[in-house]
């Protein structure tokens, strides 16, 4: 059997309802011998007699009646799915699952996507906060804001875009230069009292912690190992720490760009900079990405394209770096 289009199923419940033919062509603003001949055609086709007729009545036969009771059916599904779909083009609606980290999925991730649902009232937006990146097909997200690019075992099963650039830059408050000194070069910083923050899984118990920061003129790369007696889990104990003048960090622009504004924090050698930790969108692959979820990326991208957390001037600085000193290779 010959599958039913929608045109028949529309033609079959208005010569039920108008009870002729002549009525239902002119319900349907056909010629009468239009609606004989499409009648014929699809009663053929079902190899069924969908009505009986006389030259002074007709009649829905039984397996009329059949079709016409799925009729209805299929045409209201037809007519709320159209207007599902018509709404979804005009009005955002329906859940978003995200994850970020949580010292800028609280700072900058949650600012965003609120006032983009203050936007879209109908959309429902969850956005869980970790420091570990989720199974995010697995646990049903539709993408994570993360500060560093994840290798995925099966890198085709995964997307992943820059969303924005970022560092993670050297700082300390002035009373802990005017105590302990400003390094002029990497090297000296294995003599500070440096802070770490021990964040991604990275082993507590080690001692030290190997820095490796990068030339922003020449690109060079220099490594050194520091240490100190005050190491945290927490960026945010880290960032106090430093803040009331116990040493050096490296921590992320987007994190104290204010204190660096104020001169809370000074930037130390100000040439330097761990470039690990821009700002990518990871997500499952899909063959096609809803709409509400392409919006918001790009709604994300607009607000952090600027690089909001980045101080105009770089920052203050605590001295410039000693003149014509190379970074240890």
Same mark, same amino acid.
Request: charge should be positive.
């Given at each position: 059997?010959?599958?039913?289009?929608?045109?028949?199923?529309?033609?079959?419940?208005?010569?039920? #309802?108008?009870?002729?033919?002549?009525?239902?062509?002119?319900?349907? $603003?056909?010629?009468?011998?239009?609606?004989?001949?499409?009648? +014929?055609?699809? &009663?053929?086709?079902?190899?069924?007699?969908?009505?009986?007729?006389?030259?002074?009545?007709?009649?829905?036969?039984? &397996? +009329?009646?059949?079709?016409?009771?799925?009729?209805?059916?299929?045409?209201?599904?037809?007519?709320?799915?159209?207007?599902?779909?018509?709404?979804?083009?005009?009005?955002? %609606?329906?859940?978003?699952?995200?994850?970020?980290?949580?010292?800028?999925?609280?700072?900058?991730?949650?600012?965003?996507?609120?006032?983009?649902?203050?936007?879209?009232?109908?959309?429902?937006?969850?956005?869980?906060?970790? &420091?570990?990146?989720?199974?995010? *097909?697995? $646990? +049903?997200?539709? =993408?994570?804001?993360?500060?560093?690019?994840?290798?995925?075992?099966?890198?085709?099963?995964?997307?992943?875009?820059?969303?924005?650039?970022?560092?993670?830059?050297?700082?300390?408050?002035?009373?802990?230069?005017?105590?302990?000194?400003?390094?002029?070069?990497?090297?000296?910083?294995?003599?500070?009292?440096?802070?770490?923050? %021990?964040?991604? =899984?990275?082993?507590?118990?080690? &001692? !030290?912690?190997?820095?490796?920061?990068?030339? *922003?003129?020449?690109? !060079?790369?220099?490594?050194?190992?520091?240490?100190?007696?005050?190491?945290?889990?927490? =960026? #945010?104990?880290?960032?106090?720490?430093?803040?009331? *003048?116990?040493?050096?960090?490296?921590?992320?622009?987007?994190?104290?760009?204010?204190?660096?504004?104020?001169? $809370?924090?000074?930037?130390?050698?100000?040439?330097?900079?761990?470039?690990?930790?821009?700002?990518?969108?990871?997500?499952?692959?899909?063959?096609?990405?809803?709409?509400?979820?392409?919006?918001?990326?790009?709604?994300?991208?607009?607000?952090?394209?600027? #690089?909001?957390?980045?101080?105009?001037? =770089?920052?203050? !600085?605590?001295?410039?770096?000693?003149?014509?000193?190379?970074?240890?290779?």
């Amino acid at each position: 059997m010959n599958s039913l289009e929608r045109s028949d199923l529309e033609l079959v419940l208005a010569i039920r #309802e108008h009870g002729s033919l002549a009525g239902a062509a002119q319900a349907l $603003e056909v010629v009468p011998s239009v609606v004989t001949k499409r009648l +014929g055609a699809l &009663e053929a086709r079902l190899g069924q007699r969908l009505f009986d007729r006389t030259t002074r009545r007709l009649s829905v036969s039984a &397996e +009329g009646e059949a079709v016409c009771r799925h009729a209805i059916d299929l045409l209201q599904g037809f007519a709320a799915l159209e207007s599902e779909l018509g709404e979804r083009q005009n009005e955002l %609606r329906g859940p978003v699952r995200l994850a970020a980290t949580f010292g800028f999925g609280r700072r900058w991730v949650g600012p965003a996507i609120a006032a983009f649902q203050a936007k879209h009232p109908a959309l429902r937006i969850e956005l869980q906060l970790t &420091e570990r990146l989720p199974d995010l *097909g697995a $646990e +049903g997200f539709d =993408g994570a804001l993360w500060l560093w690019e994840v290798q995925q075992r099966h890198a085709a099963d995964w997307t992943s875009r820059r969303i924005a650039r970022n560092q993670r830059v050297l700082a300390a408050s002035p009373a802990y230069l005017a105590r302990r000194g400003t390094p002029a070069s990497v090297d000296e910083l294995a003599g500070h009292d440096c802070l770490v923050a %021990r964040e991604n =899984g990275e082993a507590p118990r080690q &001692e !030290s912690a190997l820095w490796t920061l990068r030339h *922003g003129r020449d690109g !060079s790369t220099a490594r050194v190992r520091v240490q100190g007696p005050l190491s945290s889990n927490s =960026g #945010e104990m880290v960032r106090d720490w430093c803040l009331a *003048g116990h040493g050096i960090m490296l921590r992320s622009l987007w994190d104290i760009a204010p204190q660096l504004a104020s001169g $809370e924090l000074l930037r130390v050698l100000p040439n330097h900079s761990m470039p690990d930790a821009d700002i990518h969108w990871m997500a499952p692959w899909r063959p096609k990405t809803p709409r509400r979820v392409r919006l918001l990326l790009d709604h994300l991208a607009e607000q952090f394209r600027g #690089e909001p957390w980045k101080p105009s001037a =770089g920052g203050v !600085s605590a001295s410039r770096e000693r003149p014509g000193s190379r970074p240890p290779r």
